[in-house]
């Protein structure tokens, strides 16, 4: 299992992307078109047309790593925001992988404390 390190953001690239493309093409898009740096160790997502494929680009330490999913029957939930990128949560991309909405209710609002001395 794998457990992303903390302060790990993910990054769509909203629209749709050539599923062509792989590790080098990729990267340039996040450095040009998303304005991002691909070496930040950050996520970035990407969706084709169809929305049956997703690709997820990463920089691990020494090299770039390329996760691919391809669903044989259904779509993912892509959001359909304009715009060229979208910041989510680990949890919401956990949504997206798995089908689900990432605008979905939650059950319970986030609740942050700090402490008072």
Known sequence: MW????GLKVYLSLGSTDMRKSIDGLSILVARHLNKDPFSGHLYVFCNRKRTILKLLYWE???FCLWHK???KHRFRWPQEVGDVKEIRIRELEWLISGLDIYQVEAHKELSYS???
Request: no cysteine.
């Open 3 to 6: 457990y992303p390190p903390s």
């Open 115 to 117: 402490t008072v001395y």
């Open 70 to 72: 391809r669903l044989e």
């Open 61 to 63: 330490s020494n090299g």
